[in-house]
């Protein structure tokens, strides 16, 4: 191996191992120098998380912002959202002091603590009766620095839709409240700091469907859609080659087109895998120029076999957290037909409905059919009416795992 790109897939990366993705970089980092709030709008796997790293990056060298990156995805409350976002800021003197003159009192108490496990616990007590006020008080403190603050909420989405999951304790009218408060207040606390915080929104499942099975889509009228599309294939082929230069590894072009063509949909973390099991072959035959039935055959055999299960089965289980359960049924129905039957025709889709036999079942199939497309499993053809998978990859995976339970129409 050679000095040169590393394939580092699976967490996020920045600097030299961030590949690409320049124009959407200095988007980004202009919209929010002028002030706006961001909502990432991207399918699974495309780097948003690895995009937002670079930018504070990019953005920390330049010396003019702060910048917090809050990862909220164990949180199941407000208060577990401000304790995060507090505790991001602790590295960081300037801003740590800013979170600490809002518990004066209770800061005394806990001086001591230095375990940080513990010492989140602690503060979440302190927020105990008047999160929102609290909050409030820190977010204003945080507006008093020097510099502007942006703030990157990752998997929020996630969050969300642990808060709105009702419990025997706490039946759903009174989750979604719960959360209409919540969202409410950030809205209003973006909009009240506009001037010196800017916010940055994303995560691994889509925000606005699950806002929109709640009804509480008019929360987020206050950030800017930054959509994020997956690599185009001039782009996937550039970072093949790098990576071929870094590892030793010669193309032959019929092989390379066939790893593209494979794919279908360039999204970065499957293009690295892909590259990945194909070296990790080659390793293995001590030839690193592998022909076009070398690239099919590690396709058959590892990127459709179990051991690409844990990246792949995320895109059934994640329906599980966007949809309704009674919903979740006619997803996996729809989504085997298309797989099964080269796409999902209108009036099959409708069929598929009405053997379910769910009450209200037009609204369900409107609702699966918008998280599908939203959350880049499907896309429509050209006269609109047919949808098929956007990744070859899933669509086969999908097909190999789901062809048992397939029942024609």
């Not at 690599?231 to 590892?247: D, G, I, P, Q, V």
């Not at 599980?320 to 889709?349: H, I, S």
């Not at 669509?395 to 397939?406: G, H």
């Amino acid at each position: 191996m050679t000095a040169g790109l590393i394939n580092k897939y699976g967490p996020w990366v920045s600097g030299e191992h961030f590949f690409d993705r320049e124009a959407e970089l200095k988007h980004l980092i202009g919209l929010l120098d002028e002030g706006n709030s961001i909502l990432i709008v991207a399918p699974r796997r495309v780097g948003k998380t690895s995009l937002v790293r670079e930018a504070f990056r990019r953005m920390e060298e330049r010396g003019q912002d702060d910048l917090l990156f809050v990862d909220v995805q164990d949180c199941s409350s407000p208060q577990d959202v401000i304790v995060s976002l507090s505790l991001a800021a602790q590295p960081y003197t300037h801003l740590w002091t800013k979170v600490t003159d809002t518990f004066t009192v209770f800061f005394r108490q806990v001086e001591s603590v230095q375990i940080p496990d513990t010492f989140g616990i602690k503060l979440r007590e302190g927020l105990t009766g008047d999160w929102q006020a609290k909050g409030q008080t820190i977010l204003h403190n945080l507006s008093q620095t020097d510099k502007p603050l942006t703030i990157c909420l990752d998997e929020l989405p996630i969050m969300l839709s642990r808060l709105l999951q009702p419990t025997t304790s706490e039946p759903y009218p009174s989750k979604r409240e719960a959360a209409d408060v919540f969202l409410s207040w950030l809205r209003q606390m973006m909009l009240q700091h506009q001037d010196k915080l800017r916010f940055i929104v994303c995560g691994s499942i889509g925000l606005e469907p699950i806002l929109k099975r709640h009804r509480l889509s008019h929360t987020i009228t206050q950030l800017r859609p930054f959509p994020l599309e997956p690599w185009n294939r001039e782009t996937a082929e550039s970072c093949l080659n790098a990576l071929a230069e870094c590892y030793g590894l010669e193309w032959e072009r019929a092989s390379l087109n066939m790893l593209l063509n494979k794919l279908g949909s360039y999204i970065p973390h499957h293009v690295q895998m892909f590259f990945g099991m194909l070296y990790e072959d080659c390793e293995k035959r001590k030839n690193f120029r592998p022909a076009s039935e070398d690239v099919n055959r590690v396709y058959q055999s590892s990127m459709l076999s179990t051991r690409g299960h844990a990246e792949l089965a995320t895109y059934d289980e994640r329906l599980q957290r966007v949809l309704e359960r009674e919903a979740v049924p006619l997803a996996l129905d729809l989504l085997t037909e298309a797989a099964m039957a080269d796409g999902l025709k209108v009036e099959n889709a409708r069929l598929l409905m009405q053997r379910a036999e769910l009450a209200d079942g037009e609204a369900l199939l409107s609702e699966v059919l918008d998280v599908l497309i939203h959350d880049g499993y499907l896309a429509w053809n050209e006269d609109r009416t047919t949808l098929r998978f956007v990744s070859s990859l899933v669509r086969d995976w999908w097909k190999r795992s789901f062809e048992l339970k397939y029942r024609p129409l």
